[in-house]
């Protein structure tokens, strides 16, 4: 600008606030209502109710817009704004004048859509989960007691430092190893993968914890990378995952063995609080020592009572002399009521006794007369003394019927008094023949 007013023109220069404020007014009057559309990122709700964030196109284009959104207007949405959400703002361009930077209040939003990235994540997502790489039988057990972790994170990240003031605070005696990485960028991916690989080749800790702080998501989207994921899914040693706030979700958070909300409770999810299990320890103990006191109690207690019982011996030997008296006494008594008892009971078994041998042989003379009769009524010589003959035909073969002869056949015959040889003349069999019945 040139001032004309006193001679030759001269250059006129600008205070940085009137600078500020002519191109203030100038975005008023240019741009007091304007429409724009893009995709959120970096959704903040401040505790005053006021919302923060930026817009940049759906595109992928680099623009980004600084949106401020009161919270008079943000109590008017009907839905709650996301990262990767695409939206349509009415508003008007401003120019914060403290840092110089263009923003844009908001007055009203409405929804326009998913986000471009937003959609991807989603769609890869749904590959990935398809593959596999999210499934819970996959997961693998997280040791109890860590003697040393591997913290996956950037060594310029408030993430390690948090992670470090955990685990220093909780279980100081738990040793650290750091595998520094990218964890923003193009190159973040390569290089998580690749200390990934270190680590497992290296096997010097117990367990991964993959950190970092909080962001937008393209912020946080090397952590959504395939790459990152199947190395995740490859490692042989369990990793926690503790990648950006509470609300955020990566495809490494699903991928990992263990999700933390935030990298500091990552480090408490891979290190037991030496505090709490030193008061457990002390607790055990306690209860040991009482359970052991009480034994202790108890087997003194038996021994004053087996020593009070030993502390007169006579006296048990006396009484067991004095039981041992009564014992003989009553066996002296009872001996001879037994022994009288026996003599009576042989007596009347040896009366008896003599009594039925007589009858007994009375007996068994009557029954061997008995069998003597029937013997005698059966010896062949008996039947043979009452006219009957034996016969047989010479060779010992007895001859029982008629037709067992033939005229002039010589027979045997054994009579009462002796034998005699005797021919056949004319065999005469009985007729079977009944009589016949009258007319």
């Not at 923003?103 to 990235?117: D, H, K, T, W, Y």
């Not at 605070?169 to 998580?192: D, F, K, M, N, S």
């Not at 003959?389 to 073969?397: Q, S, V």
Request: proline share 5%.
């Amino acid at each position: 600008m040139f001032d004309r007013s006193n001679g030759p023109p001269q250059r006129m220069v600008w205070g940085v606030q009137a600078l500020l404020t002519a191109v203030s007014d100038s975005l008023a009057a240019r741009f007091s209502v304007c429409v724009v559309g893009g995709e959120i990122s970096g959704f903040m709700r401040a505790g005053s109710g006021h919302c923060y964030f930026s817009l940049k196109d759906s595109n992928g284009a680099g623009a980004v817009l600084r949106c401020a959104m009161f919270r008079r207007a943000a109590g008017l949405l009907d839905f709650s704004p996301g990262e990767g959400m695409l939206v349509e703002l009415r508003g008007k361009v401003t120019l914060y004048e403290p840092r110089g930077e263009l923003q844009f209040i908001v007055e009203s939003m409405r929804r326009a859509g998913a986000g471009a990235l937003y959609e991807q994540f989603l769609r890869l997502k749904a590959r990935l989960e398809a593959q596999g790489y999210f499934d819970a039988d996959r997961k693998r057990p997280l040791p109890v007691f860590p003697r040393r972790l591997g913290v996956v994170t950037s060594r310029a990240g408030a993430a390690l430092h948090d992670v470090l003031t955990a685990l220093a605070r909780r279980a100081p005696h738990v040793e650290v190893v750091i595998y520094p990485c990218l964890v923003q960028g193009e190159q973040a991916p390569p290089q998580i993968v690749r200390v990934l690989e270190l680590a497992n080749e290296r096997h010097e800790v117990d367990a991964l914890l993959l950190v970092r702080g909080g962001g937008s998501l393209e912020d946080l989207w090397a952590f959504n990378d395939e790459r990152v994921v199947q190395a995740l899914a490859l490692s042989a040693l369990p990793v926690i995952s503790g990648v950006g706030h509470e609300t955020d979700v990566t495809l490494a958070d699903l991928a990992a063995d263990l999700r933390a909300p935030t990298p500091t409770a990552a480090a408490e999810l891979a290190a037991p609080s030496r505090e709490a299990h030193l008061e457990r320890l002390a607790a055990i103990s306690d209860a040991l020592s009482r359970r052991l006191e009480q034994r202790l109690d108890g087997l003194a207690q038996r021994l004053d009572r087996a020593a009070l019982r030993l502390a007169r011996p006579t006296e048990v030997l006396t009484r067991q002399r004095r039981r041992l008296a009564l014992l003989a006494q009553r066996w002296g008594q009872v001996l001879p009521r037994v022994q009288a008892a026996e003599a009576q009971r042989l007596e009347n078994l040896s009366q008896r006794h003599r009594r039925a041998a007589p009858q007994l042989l009375r007996a068994q003379v009557l029954r061997l007369d008995a069998l003597q009769a029937r013997l005698s009524a059966l010896d062949p010589q008996q039947v043979l003394a009452r006219g009957f003959a034996w016969l047989d035909d010479g060779e010992g073969r007895a001859l029982i019927s008629v037709r067992q002869l033939q005229p002039g056949q010589q027979v045997h015959a054994v009579l009462a008094d002796g034998e005699a040889q005797m021919q056949v003349l004319a065999p005469r069999p009985k007729s079977t023949k009944s009589a016949k019945p009258a007319d």
